[in-house]
DNA sequence: AGCGTCACCCGGACGC
DNA sequence: TGCGTCCGGGTGACGC
């Protein structure tokens, strides 16, 4: 029934030597640059001001709250209003209720004109009254979707935004002392800190030249601005190159050509010309320069 | 309670 | 051609 007329990617997957054979789910810049994308308008009109005509709805799992029946009708007629960001989730504001997307592994989200041609992991259709189509797709069907009247029941359990000038040095601190984590898994719990995924975790790490074996509760005071500084200097990079394009859907950013050890492994460290080592902590590849971030004192 | 590990969801790419 | 394996984020089960 759907005609794939997605074009094949580039090949973007062997960038850096290491082979990218898999997807892997867009983290705060990403997410980030979806959401100015759609509230600011490009070829499209802005999202907010548009309102929901109908939806259509290709895989019902993606719904995650309230039921698939509910969730239609209540999203009828809808106005979107505001369209933010909060961690790796969207949040889109409506004239009631508020709407969550969190894109996962493979999942984006196009404002596309009447007309435009179906692709061929297009999933949860939004009609809109002049005829433009929000279109979330998601080829491997990881995404969710809520549509709650407080959406602090999902982004409640969230940790702090790492751009927020609130989140300091000493915040930061106070959250690595109160564990007893490996660095690397305790960077990408969502309730720890917001936003980071196994890309700007990785890099993050560089700049700030810890091991991603690091206790959290080993740093100094030195160590853990590193950290926050490094935190932020990796995001601010990938926001500055409107996030990285390694994923199905090519999203215009192009933060993968500036990785610094992420998918670099066995490529010199560009600080000191190390080979690049990855390893696997909590399940995850982790990449990182063994000199630079060397000491790991548990 | 806190922490680590693992299976699961899914499907494209790869090795054999 | 076809099967098995790998990968990823988040969740939930389980064990220490």
Redesign the pocket.
Same mark, same amino acid.
């Given at each position: 029934m759907l005609v794939d007329l997605t074009p094949?990617?580039p090949s973007i997957?062997?960038l850096h030597g290491e082979?990218y054979?898999?997807?892997?789910?867009p983290?705060l810049p990403e997410v980030e640059t979806i959401a100015q994308t759609l509230r600011r308008g490009n070829d499209s009109p802005p999202l907010p001001g548009q309102r929901i005509k109908r939806v259509t709805i290709r895989?019902p799992?993606h719904i995650a709250m309230p039921s698939v029946t509910t969730f239609r009708r209540r999203i009828r007629d809808r106005l979107f209003s505001e369209v933010n960001r909060r961690?790796?989730y969207l949040v889109f504001a409506l004239d009631r209720g508020t709407m969550l997307i969190?894109l996962?592994?493979?999942g984006d989200l196009v404002l596309v004109p009447p007309d435009t041609p179906a692709g061929?992991?297009d999933r949860t259709v939004f009609y809109l009254e002049d005829d433009h189509e929000l279109r979330f797709s998601d080829?491997?069907?990881?995404g969710?979707i809520f549509l709650l009247d407080d959406p602090d029941i999902?982004l409640g359990?969230l940790g702090p935004e790492p751009l927020d000038a609130s989140f300091t040095p000493l915040i930061l601190a106070s959250r690595l002392l109160?564990?007893?984590?490996?660095l690397k898994?305790?960077l990408?719990?969502?309730?720890f800190i917001a936003g980071? %995924?196994?890309?700007y #975790?990785d890099e993050a790490l560089y700049h700030a030249r810890l091991h991603p074996l690091r206790?959290?509760?080993s740093l100094d005071m030195n160590e853990i601005t590193a950290l926050w500084q490094g935190i932020r200097d990796a995001l601010t990079l990938g926001l500055r190159h409107s996030g990285a394009s390694i994923d199905?859907v090519y999203r215009g950013g192009d933060f993968q050509h500036h990785f610094r050890v992420y998918g670099r492994s066995g490529e010199p460290c560009l600080k000191c010309g190390t080979s690049i080592e990855r390893i696997?902590? %909590?399940?995850?590849? #982790?990449h990182f320069c063994p000199t630079c971030q060397g000491e790991v004192n548990v």
């Open positions: 094949p990617l997957y062997s082979l054979n898999h997807p892997h789910m983290e895989w799992r961690g790796k969190h996962r592994m493979s061929r992991y080829a491997r069907k990881f969710k999902v359990k109160k564990r007893r984590r490996i898994p305790l990408m719990d969502q309730t980071l %995924g196994n890309i #975790t206790r959290s509760d199905w696997i902590v %909590g399940q995850r590849g #982790t």
